[in-house]
């Protein structure tokens, strides 16, 4: 088995069946006047990571890996967003309401889009999914069963909200996940090291952690 070195530990994976799930890397929360700015975060930490993102889908890409993108969004009608969440916030804009890039968090509208960089290209499936975590009332863990894949990379934005939260999920439903260090970003970087120190704190209670380079020289 191929093994890249993590912590807490090294991980191993079975050739050829290792996923890399993007989580969320919309102009939502990127760019200036989308969701991430609606909330009164300064997005230009988010901003950084995306070369090191796109470095780590460009080595599954080349090992011809499967990848699979995430963004959250809601449908038009916003029957999928529960109203505890619309009221969140506490801004004078919130889900569904029309801002600089259109309708916040809505599936369709600019704001949704995946940052140019980082746009999927055919055969990398679009998740697209109401709630932070990647598994609930989405297909996420068919279209990985179907696949035969039970080993997964995660990447994207934010760590300690949607990030961790479907790292969790993955880990409840036996999937063995390893989080790139580098190409995961958090408007609060106190959140972002504390995320990185409870997932592979206990012998790796959610899973492991490696910086980008790492895991993609062990792809080739
Ligand atoms: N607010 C925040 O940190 N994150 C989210 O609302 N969604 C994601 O993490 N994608």
Redesign the pocket.
């Known amino acids: 088995m191929p093994t890249i070195a993590a912590q807490p530990y090294e991980y191993s994976f079975p050739a050829g069946r290792l996923a890399l799930i993007v989580?969320?890397m919309q102009r939502d929360?990127v760019e200036e006047g989308g969701?991430?700015s609606v909330?009164g975060?300064d997005v230009r930490p988010l901003a950084k990571i995306v070369p090191t993102v796109r470095r780590l889908i460009d080595g599954f890409r080349a090992a011809h890996l499967p990848i699979i993108h995430t963004r959250?969004g809601h449908k038009p009608d916003l029957s999928d967003c529960p109203p505890s969440k619309r009221a969140r916030g506490g801004g004078k804009l919130t889900i569904g309401d029309e801002g600089p890039m259109g309708r916040i968090l809505v599936d369709g509208e600019p704001g949704n889009d995946l940052v140019s960089e980082l746009a999927a290209r055919p055969g990398e499936a679009v998740i697209v999914k109401p709630g932070?975590g990647a598994f609930y009332a989405t297909h996420l863990d068919d279209i990985l069963k179907r696949d035969g894949v039970g080993h997964l990379v995660l990447a994207?934005?934010?760590t300690?909200?949607?990030?961790q939260?479907t790292m969790r999920e993955a880990n409840d439903r036996g999937y063995e996940c390893l989080l790139a260090e580098d190409a995961t970003e958090?408007?609060f970087p106190e959140f972002k090291a504390a995320t990185l120190a409870m997932i592979r704190a206990q012998g790796g209670i959610v899973g492991w952690t490696a910086p980008t380079d790492t895991i993609v020289k062990a792809l080739r």
Do not use: A, M, Q, R
């Open positions: 989580i969320d929360f969701f991430g909330l975060n959250e932070k994207g934005v934010t300690e909200v949607c990030v939260t958090s408007y």
